[in-house]
Structure formats: structure tokens, C-alpha cells
């Protein structure tokens, strides 16, 4: 049911993408690292590489309405506090709305996106385990889960290299045995384009 | 060379600080017990240096410990100034993780993993440290089973009953009375006497089904009693709430709301409650056997697991009467830690303070 939701949504975005406008070769490749904290305190940090597969554009008199669909692996890392150290893997699929001032140039733009992954914890403290009748201390312990959710990013221009970002993330979670409804993130960070044609 | 000696002094220095930072008297120290697929959090807080250590088993089943630690610190802190207090989630509840296992799902399971952690807390601390046993609510059940086995009672130098369930069937009994007695009195007293009349139809409903005999099935309707009870004395204002803020123990603490509201939600099914109507009987049969130093604190207006409970305990344990107490907190609901902190948290001290050695 899941990967039939993410291909219809993948499809969707794609019949999107208008014959109606043109469509541009893709060329744009940026670095995201943003301040990512769970619950808005549980401070992290996540590093996301954008891989735009599509964009079309259309001309208005004074500004560029463009839309680009990217791929975006990630690696985030949350400290929930006397309790675990969360890595979080992940693979975001991104939809933009990028309003572009033609003559200044400077733009700004919206982003839902989808993600998937998985999230691991490490316990934070000592953990020990029972073997037998003795207790031993075991190291590395914690518990896996996979996630899936989405929200939406805010951006624009900073300067000629870099974007600002504000990002809200909402994910749940399949532990091993129950489903946590639970995650909500804020971002605030950067992205870095890696070409500047 | 020149570095080797500042190396080794920091290394044998903090070596020297890890032994004694395990005694002091504000401690803070979280451990994770791994046992038969469950992965425990436990967090030991407080003064360390006491070598008094008091175990908080939580309600439920599906609570969690943090409500005490975080939830309810006016309680926590006064007990935690004087010893450690060890705080653990307990298998398939609160924070804890690891898989649902219908099978481990038991109380006997859970009477074991209570085992595992005093042997974790042993081989952590020293041998020489005094353990002592409360439990509340559910976690008063918890407790009652443990201490049946004289070799596991032997472990703890006393126990701390709050609030606790001692046996199923019977406290729905107790309940029915209580909330009967509860009624009576506020309408004597004058105390919105039409809500309290239709509480009191509610009983007689009850009463009237004539059942001898509860199961997970037919005590709902109880239930709903306690919550419409429960309810009138929230209106009648007679409970003080006094407790930290939730902010307070998400942002400095680890609370999880929505963490503990989705356990809580699947610890609620019927796996433990039908198997309480079983364990009725080996407590019937076995209660006599605690010989324990054993308090029994209720509140005055717990509908949930009435004072009965308490006397019920009281009557049935095998100890010697001035070594057992029934002490009521007569501003008290179920939750006397939020009701009446300061008061309960005393009267734990003055147990502990008798029976330490």
C-alpha cells in the first residue's frame, strides 16, 4: 500500500510537469545542512544532498514560475536527551514551486515533500543485558525502526551560492512493536548549489 | 615523554572520579536493562550517597516511571534529596522498547524482570546498599507479586504500598462500596447532591447485576462508575493538583507524550488484566507469606483502588501488626503524589528512616 501511494505519487507529480511549458535540462545539484530538532528542542542536524530530476519553466512578464521535482538522500542525526541518539537515513522526494524575480534574480520557493527511511537509537547511558544468570554490559545497543512521512520546506535566496531554509517534517515510525505517530521536526539551514550556471 | 605523565594522571584522575561519582548526593544516571526481549529504561536519581535505595514501580499496566520522575516531581524531589530513587519502565509500557511478545507479556514476566533490575541495581552499586520496594497502583500489584516468594522479599527491607491493586475481583467490590460510602457523605454534607444521587443510581445498577465473580468482559461497567466518580469529585473540588509542568518534564526531562500515550493505549488490552482474575487466587492463597515491614498509604477519595485494597493487604500479610501500617491521605484521589506530594513523600521517609539499616 505504501510503495503504491509513493508510485502514484511520483506519477502525479510527473504528468504535472505540463507539456504546456518548457521543460529545461536539468542541471541543478545543491548540499542541504540544516539545524534539524525533533519536537523543535531535541537538537540534530541533517545533511541532504538535491538531485533535481525535472523542472519546467514558464516566463511571465516579471518573474519565472518554475517547478523541479529532485530526489534527495539525507543523513540526520537527533540528542533526545537521557534517552537516545537517533541517525536517521533517509530518501526525501521533493516537489518545488520556485518564484523567481527575473530581474533581480533573487527567488523564493515552497517544497512539499515525501520521505522515507529508517531511523536508528542508540541507548544513551549504560546498557547491559542478561546472558543466563549473569548481566553483562553490551555497548552499541538500541532499537531500529522505519519511517515514512513528509511536510514542507520554505526557502530563498541568500546570496549567489546560498539558499535559506525553514522546513517543518512530520514522520511516523514502525518500531518493533508499535506504530508511533509522533515525530515532528523543524529545520532551519541552508542549501549550497554546486553549480551556479 | 612530556605528555605521558598528564595523560596518565588525567586518565587515573578520572578513573578515580567515575567510583565516586556513583555516591553523591544528587546523582543522575540512566541504564538500560536488555532482558528477554525487552529493553528497560532505567533511570537511578538522587542521593546516591544515602546507599538507600527506594525502586518506584509504576501504575498501569502501560504507565510509565516518568510520570513520577517528570511527571510529579514536588513527590520525587523530597525522596530523591534523601535516596536514590530508581525509576524503570516496565516491559511493553512507557518508554521502553524491544518487542511485543504476547508470551512475555505476563506477570510473572514482569515479576522477573523486577529481579533482573535489583540484580542489575546489586552488581552496579554495591552489595552493601538497602533496597526498598513501592509500587503504585498497578505497580502495588507488581510488588505484591514479587514479595509472594520469601527469597525475592528477602531482597528488599520493606514495602511501600501506594494506592496499590492487591486483588482484582475483590477491588471492584471495593470500589462499588467505596464509591457508595464516598456519595453518602457528600450528600449529607450537601455537596451537589443531584450528581451524587445519580452516581449512587449507577451503584445500585451495579449492585444489581449480582456478580460474584468479574472477568475483563463484565467489569467495563465498573470502570465507567469509577470515571463518573471520579468526575463528581474533580467538580466537587475537594483534590488539590499539584504537579510539574508537562513542558517542564519534556523539555528538561525525557517525557514523551506521544510516546506514552501509544503504549499506554496497546498495554491496555487484555493480555494482563483477564490474567489478574487467575493471579487473585495464588495471592489468596500466598499473601500470608509477606512477612515485609509493609505501608499502605491510600487516599481518602480513590475510587480506583479504594482504601479496602489497603486494609485488605493489611488483614491478609503475615506480618508482625507493629510492623504494618495503613496510613489514609484524607485529601488524596488515586494520585496521591499529585494530591498531597509533600505529605505522601513524608510518610515514605518515616517508614524508610524506621526500617534502614
Request: glycine share 6%; aromatic share 12%; no cysteine.
Given at each position: 500500500m505504501r510503495k503504491f501511494l509513493v508510485v502514484l505519487f511520483l506519477v502525479s507529480l510527473a504528468s504535472g510537469l505540463s507539456a504546456q511549458e518548457a521543460t529545461i535540462k536539468v542541471i541543478d545539484r545543491n548540499i542541504g545542512i540544516n539545524y534539524f530538532g525533533e519536537l523543535g528542542f531535541r537538537p540534530g542536524v541533517e545533511l541532504d544532498y538535491g538531485w533535481e530530476l525535472l523542472k519546467v519553466q514558464k516566463e511571465k512578464q516579471k518573474r519565472i514560475f518554475e517547478r523541479s521535482l529532485s530526489m534527495r538522500p539525507s543523513i540526520g542525526y537527533y540528542h533526545y536527551a537521557k534517552y537516545s541518539n537517533n541517525y536517521l537515513f533517509s530518501l526525501k522526494f521533493n516537489y518545488q514551486f520556485k518564484?523567481?524575480?527575473?530581474?533581480?534574480?533573487?527567488?523564493?520557493?515552497?517544497?512539499?515533500?515525501?520521505?522515507?527511511?529508517?531511523?536508528?537509537?542508540?541507548?544513551?547511558?549504560?546498557?547491559f543485558e542478561t546472558v543466563g544468570n549473569e548481566i553483562e554490559k553490551v555497548n552499541f545497543r538500541g532499537t531500529n525502526s522505519f519511517i515514512f512521512g513528509g511536510a514542507f520546506d520554505l526557502g530563498g535566496y541568500l546570496t549567489k551560492r546560498f539558499d535559506w531554509l525553514l522546513g517543518f517534517d512530520y514522520f511516523a515510525e514502525r518500531t518493533e512493536d508499535k506504530l508511533l505517530l509522533n515525530r515532528f521536526v523543524a529545520k532551519l539551514g541552508t542549501r549550497i548549489k554546486l553549480n551556479l550556471k | 615523554m612530556k605528555y605521558l605523565v598528564p595523560i596518565l594522571f588525567l586518565v587515573l584522575f578520572s578513573q578515580g572520579c567515575s567510583n565516586e561519582e556513583l555516591?553523591?548526593?544528587?546523582?543522575?544516571?540512566?541504564?538500560?536493562?536488555?532482558?528477554?526481549?525487552?529493553?528497560?529504561?532505567?533511570?537511578?536519581?538522587?542521593?546516591?550517597?544515602?546507599?538507600?535505595?527506594?525502586?518506584?514501580?509504576?501504575?498501569?499496566?502501560?504507565?510509565?516511571?516518568?510520570?513520577?520522575?517528570?511527571?510529579?516531581?514536588?513527590?520525587?524531589?523530597?525522596?530523591?534529596?534523601?535516596?536514590?530513587m530508581v525509576y524503570y519502565d516496565q516491559r511493553n509500557a512507557g518508554?521502553?522498547?524491544g518487542e511485543w511478545n504476547e508470551e512475555k507479556l505476563t506477570i510473572e514476566q514482569h515479576v522477573e524482570d523486577l529481579d533482573k533490575v535489583i540484580d542489575l541495581l546489586l552488581q552496579e552499586y554495591d552489595n552493601d546498599i538497602q533496597l526498598f520496594l513501592a509500587g503504585h497502583s498497578w505497580g502495588g500489584y507488581l510488588g505484591t507479586a514479587f514479595l509472594l516468594e520469601s527469597e525475592r522479599a528477602a531482597r528488599v527491607q520493606a514495602w511501600i504500598n501506594i494506592n496499590g491493586l492487591v486483588h482484582r475481583n475483590r477491588n471492584l467490590f471495593d470500589v462499588i462500596e467505596r464509591v457508595e460510602q464516598i456519595g453518602s457523605e457528600q450528600i449529607t454534607e450537601g455537596v451537589n447532591e443531584d450528581q451524587w444521587q445519580s452516581v449512587l443510581e449507577t451503584v445500585n445498577l451495579e449492585k444489581d447485576r449480582g456478580i460474584v465473580q468479574y472477568d475483563v468482559d463484565s467489569e467495563d461497567s465498573v470502570f465507567d462508575l469509577i470515571r463518573q466518580a471520579e468526575n463528581q469529585i474533580d467538580r466537587d473540588k475537594v483534590l488539590?493538583?499539584?504537579?510539574?509542568?508537562?513542558?517542564?518534564?519534556?523539555?528538561?526531562?525525557?517525557?514523551?507524550?506521544?510516546?506514552?500515550?501509544?503504549?499506554?493505549?496497546?498495554?491496555?488490552?487484555?493480555?494482563?488484566?483477564?490474567?489478574?482474575?487467575?493471579?487473585?487466587?495464588?495471592?489468596?492463597?500466598?499473601?500470608?507469606?509477606?512477612?515485609?515491614?509493609?505501608?499502605?498509604?491510600?487516599?481518602?477519595?480513590?475510587?480506583?483502588?479504594?482504601?479496602?485494597?489497603?486494609?485488605?493487604?493489611?488483614?491478609?500479610?503475615?506480618?508482625?501488626?507493629?510492623?504494618?501500617?495503613?496510613?489514609?491521605?484524607?485529601?488524596?484521589?488515586?494520585?496521591?503524589?499529585?494530591?498531597?506530594?509533600?505529605?505522601?513523600?513524608?510518610?515514605?521517609?518515616?517508614w524508610i528512616e524506621k526500617y534502614k539499616r
Open positions: 518564484f523567481i524575480n527575473k530581474q533581480s534574480k533573487k527567488h523564493l520557493f515552497v517544497e512539499p515533500f515525501v520521505r522515507l527511511g529508517y531511523l536508528r537509537y542508540f541507548f544513551s547511558g549504560d546498557v | 555516591f553523591i548526593e544528587d546523582a543522575r544516571r540512566d541504564l538500560w536493562l536488555i532482558h528477554e526481549g525487552a529493553k528497560l529504561p532505567i533511570v537511578v536519581e538522587g542521593n546516591t550517597q544515602s546507599k538507600v535505595f527506594v525502586i518506584l514501580l509504576h501504575g498501569g499496566p502501560g504507565g510509565t516511571a516518568q510520570d513520577y520522575n517528570a511527571g510529579a516531581k514536588p513527590f520525587t524531589d523530597v525522596l530523591e534529596s534523601d535516596y536514590a518508554l521502553a522498547v488539590d493538583n499539584i504537579f510539574s509542568s508537562e513542558f517542564s518534564a519534556i523539555y528538561n526531562d525525557n517525557y514523551d507524550p506521544f510516546r506514552i500515550l501509544q503504549t499506554d493505549t496497546k498495554s491496555r488490552d487484555r493480555t494482563l488484566r483477564s490474567q489478574m482474575y487467575l493471579f487473585d487466587l495464588i495471592i489468596e492463597e500466598a499473601v500470608e507469606n509477606i512477612t515485609l515491614p509493609t505501608l499502605n498509604i491510600y487516599g481518602y477519595y480513590d475510587v480506583n483502588t479504594p482504601l479496602q485494597q489497603g486494609e485488605y493487604l493489611f488483614n491478609e500479610i503475615g506480618t508482625l501488626d507493629e510492623d504494618k501500617k495503613i496510613v489514609v491521605l484524607g485529601k488524596s484521589g488515586h494520585s496521591s503524589m499529585r494530591n498531597e506530594p509533600v505529605e505522601l513523600a513524608n510518610e515514605m521517609i518515616e
